[in-house]
Structure formats: C-alpha cells, structure tokens
C-alpha cells in the first residue's frame, strides 16, 4: 500500500522540514501539520504557522547549538498537513489517528501549528506509551470553558486531564492566567514553574528531575513561552517571558528523559516578519537533537 494511502488524510508539503525528502519505511520522526486556529480568541493566524516553519527551517543552519548533532540527517519524514476541515473535532479525530498510526509503526510523531488544541488529541493518542506532559508556555490553558466553547486552545489541557487525570503534568513559563487556573493547578497536583522562577537553575531542574523520574514524556512547546521580544508572531503575546536559549537548555534537560512524542504551536507567521517561525525552527531541531541518543 502507499504511504500516502496508508496515512490517507495527509497532503505531501511544498516543502518539506529542513529541506529532507526522507523515506517513511526508514524514518524515525514523522512530521505533520496542523493548520487550524478556528478557535483563536485574539490574533488568528496560526494556520500558516506549518508552512512558515517548514520555508525557514528549510533555510537555516540545522546543526545543534548544545551537542554535535545535524539535524539534517536525522531519519525523518514529513507527511504534511493534517486535511483541513471546519470541525475541531474532525480535526482533533485525525491527529488521534495519525499520531496512533505513526506509534504503532516505530515513529516518534512531531507536530508543528496551529492552535494548541492539536495537543490534546496528540497527547491522548500518545498516552499508551507516555505518562508525562511537559507544557512550555505562557499560559495554563485550563479554564473550564472559554468563549463559550469548552474544547479549545484555553482549555485544552484540563480537557486532557479529565481524560487522562493520572497524567504528570509539568508547565514551565507560565505567567498569564487566571487565579481560578492556578487553584486547579494547585488541587491537581500540577507542577508549575512561572517564567520569573525558571531563571533558578538549579529549582527548576530539580523539580522536573523529580517530575520525570521513571515517565516517558510527550513534550509540547508554544511559542508564546517565549518574550514577544524573541516571538511577536504568536495569537496571545504575553510579555517578560523566556529567551530561546532558555528554553533550549530546559529542552536539553527534558530530553535525557524518553520522550515518546513532540510539537511546537501556536506559530503565527501573520503577526512577524519571520522571527518567530525562525525560532520554532531552532527549537524543533533542539528537540530532534535532544531526543537523538534516546
């Protein structure tokens, strides 16, 4: 059967990630898009965020800042974009099955958006094999409902845990949200560390050591984690946030854990002139690097 039969809601990309036309049959990570942000309650955009990140990563330098590592020649394939429909739910269905599909064949899935909502249905699908989630960003996302909608990018995650309330959950940078969220947080025993607490190394380290110990982790980045000053194109720009060799350390660190599954969201190519689809490129080969010897 065809690959592109076999994953029969993917599109193949103008171009792919980092420039690599790999195989599937030999292909360790197989990457996708999800180009959605129907939900987006500020700055729409973030649909274009796959597309963005494939042109700039296809046109940077693509070797490791932390350890020698080309991700040019990591096994990779890229499978494209998830098919476009106006339903969440029909979209969140096929992550599930991608993401499922891509598992069972021995692939690590690699996700790049679009809203944050897509990480709920990657992380669920992940979970056979994952006990773990590590959230880089500004916000909890999960409120009970937002806009009147009770599945989106706000809430994605409490959507998640009611799912999945055994899941480890770990937020880093984290700083605009609502007391309400904080007091979920607290109450589930989520373990969160605020942008302005990320700067003591060794806390921060010590907690996601004792976090992580012994769990396969799914990790999950969105780009507003960063300080608009590093990733203005984002849908809810919150300021003093981290710098990108902030958060590449903590990914280095995450990554001597085993990590089943990753995504960089929320890239909103609308909102910069390409600074922030420059540095989810960074990260996402960070990540590659960072899971190579696991």
């Known amino acids: 059967m065809d690959v592109r039969d076999e994953l029969d809601f993917l599109l193949r990309p103008r171009e792919t990630f980092l420039g690599v036309e790999g195989d599937f049959s030999e292909a360790r990570y197989l990457f996708y898009g999800f180009p959605y942000d129907l939900t987006s309650s500020f700055r729409p955009g973030s649909r274009y965020g796959p597309e963005a990140v494939r042109r700039f990563s296809a046109n940077i330098e693509v070797n490791s800042y932390v350890k020698r590592f080309d991700a040019a020649s990591a096994k990779l394939f890229d499978g494209g974009d998830i098919a476009f ?46 006990s773990a989630i590590v959230v880089f960003d500004a916000h909890f996302d999960l409120r009970d409902e937002y806009g009147g909608l009770r599945v989106n ?107 089943v599954g990753f995504d960089v969201m929320e890239v909103n190519p609308v909102y910069d002139n390409g600074l922030t689809a420059a540095a989810a490129s960074r990260i996402l080969v960070e990540l590659l690097a960072s899971t190579a010897e696991s």
């Open 85 to 130: 429909s106006y339903s969440l739910s029909t979209m969140l269905k096929r992550v599930f099955r991608l993401v499922r599909q891509s598992l069972k064949k021995g692939k690590t899935p690699v996700m790049v958006g679009g809203e944050h909502t897509g990480t709920l249905a990657a992380y669920l699908a992940s979970s056979t094999k994952a």
């Open 153 to 259: 990018h706000a809430t994605y995650l409490r959507r998640l845990l009611e799912r999945k309330p055994e899941t480890k959950v770990v937020v880093v940078g984290v700083r605009g949200y609502d007391y309400e969220e904080e007091r979920f947080a607290k109450d589930r025993n989520i373990i969160y560390i605020k942008a302005t607490e990320v700067g003591d190394v060794s806390r921060t380290r010590r907690l996601l050591n004792e976090s992580l110990k012994n769990r396969s982790v799914y990790v999950s980045v969105d780009v507003d984690v960063l300080d608009p000053s590093h990733a203005p194109g984002v849908g809810n720009p919150e300021p003093c946030g981290l710098s990108v060799d902030q958060v590449i350390e903590l990914i280095h660190h995450v990554g001597m854990s085993s990590i």
